[in-house]
């Protein structure tokens, strides 16, 4: 059996799961995540106005979710100052009664502007299910989902750096309405 992957996690804090809470702020750490980027190329990728990217960076720099990357010259000669995620986001554990959901839910909304984004030829592989769990069988399946995540997650980097493209993904489990 494969180890918990909560055992590998820690619970957010209060700002973390602040800075979780919108969607444009999940989607540049998403982004800095696969390569540095300066709040201008951010705010060119997501077409937000570029004070609001400044403002969402320093909300993720400031709860430890990303970090200044060394100043480079730009093409015009200009210094530029990117950003790259720490990581740190996917090492969190999140309870669902500990998220706001009053204004809506941000990695969904983000995942539905990638997605949106990209275009349905980007979807490489599908799968719709309905399952009758109980909250033990809920729970189980979360943990070999997230486990098999980390295993990817974990070795990431090396793939990365052998040019393989990237794939963005979302596992949901919701209650169905009876």
């Known amino acids: 059996m494969a180890a918990d992957p909560e055992s590998k996690r ?60 060394p100043v480079r010259t730009g093409a015009s000669g200009a210094l530029e100052k ?28 983000a995942f539905q502007q990638e997605l949106a984004e990209a275009g349905p ?4 592989t599908y799968a719709r299910f309905s399952l009758h769990l109980s909250e033990q069988d809920v729970a189980e399946l979360d943990r070999r989902i997230v486990a098999v995540l980390d295993e990817f997650i974990e070795s990431d980097a090396e793939r990365a750096r052998a040019g393989r493209p ?8 919701h209650r169905s309405v009876e």
């Open 10 to 69: 820690r619970p957010a804090t209060v700002a973390e799961l602040k800075a979780l809470s919108h969607p444009v702020r999940v989607r540049i750490l998403r982004l800095c995540g696969d390569r540095e980027l300066t709040n201008k190329e951010l705010a060119d990728r997501l077409d937000v106005d570029p004070g609001t990217v400044h403002y969402h960076v320093r909300q993720l720099v400031a709860a430890g979710f990303l970090e200044p990357a």
């Open 82 to 109: 990117p950003y790259r995620s720490t990581g740190r986001s996917w090492w969190l554990s999140v309870a669902m009664e500990d998220l706001d959901l009053s204004q809506g839910l941000a990695p969904m909304e």
């Open 121 to 124: 030829a980007s979807i490489a």
């Open 166 to 173: 990237a794939h963005g993904g979302i596992f949901l489990l």
